[in-house]
């Protein structure tokens, strides 16, 4: 078991990051967990990619707009790292340095999956890429929300209403499925940091089952410990 990590001003923070396909229930998850975890006397950061720093969320609109895919995905792939690196080194690792919980809706493996497999994407290129994208900085755990290509489709299309799909919610059925396939790949050679998630379930069902596992991991990280130490010294 992986120790916790000290730094200058005490324990670093966990972080926490959640993948799967469109409508698998990220945004619902992280709300819970952040109240779980605020309910516990935790500093909570929620934050999302591509995004989460004012020079990542100006690369995101173009990203999410469509207009670099004749660029092709190679490129592509290097506009979310630049938007990558700029959320970790000016949000998410001064965030987990001073203690705080960071909790973050996509990271590195929706790149894997998203860039990697369904774009195809050479995988040492990939590896590069989101070496110099983290510089270090990888999930203390990966919440993975599995869920059938159908459903999450149909979860997304009924909270969208009459709205317009990004570029990546127009593409095919067969494509969810590939991601979905390739989520599970990466669970399987990273059993440790990442954690499956049956998503069809209810939404109260799943954010229990998450907390456990939070939980836990603050247990073997020392940091529920520390905590009753502070309120008895
Ligand atoms: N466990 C659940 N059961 C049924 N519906 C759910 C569940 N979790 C979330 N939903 C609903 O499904 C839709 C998608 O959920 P949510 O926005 O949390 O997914 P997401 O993974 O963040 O999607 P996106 O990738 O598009 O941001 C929402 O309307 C939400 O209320
Ligand atoms: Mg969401």
Redesign the pocket.
């Known amino acids: 078991m992986t120790l916790h990590r000290k730094t200058a001003r005490g324990v670093q923070g966990l972080f926490i990051t959640f993948e799967?396909?469109?409508?698998?229930?990220?945004?619902?998850?992280i709300a819970r967990l952040a109240e779980h975890l605020r309910a516990d006397g935790d500093d909570v950061l929620a934050t999302r990619e591509p995004g989460g720093s004012p020079g990542a969320e100006a690369l995101r609109h173009v990203i999410l707009s469509g207009s670099v895919e004749p660029f092709g995905p190679a490129m592509e792939a290097l506009l979310f790292a630049a938007a990558r690196n700029d959320h970790v080194e000016q949000v998410m690792r001064p965030a987990l340095r001073s203690g705080r919980m960071v909790l973050c809706?996509r990271y590195i493996d929706s790149s894997r999956v998203y860039q990697g497999v369904t774009g195809d994407l050479d995988p040492d290129l990939m590896r590069a890429i989101e070496r110099a994208a983290i510089n270090g900085l990888m999930p203390d755990l990966t919440i993975i929300?599995d869920l059938p290509a159908e459903v999450g489709l149909q979860?997304?299309n009924?909270?969208r209403g009459a709205g317009a799909a990004d570029r990546f919610?127009k593409e095919t059925i067969e494509m969810h499925a590939r991601r979905r396939d390739a989520y599970l790949a990466i669970a399987a050679e990273e059993p440790e940091r990442c954690k499956i998630i049956a998503?069809d379930?209810?939404?109260g069902e799943?954010a229990r089952e998450i907390a456990v596992l939070v939980d836990q991991l603050k247990v073997d990280r020392g940091m529920k410990a520390r905590r009753a130490a502070e309120v008895f010294k």
């Open positions: 799967g396909g469109e409508g698998a229930g990220k945004s619902t998850q809706d929300l979860r997304a009924a909270r919610e998503a379930r209810p939404a799943i």
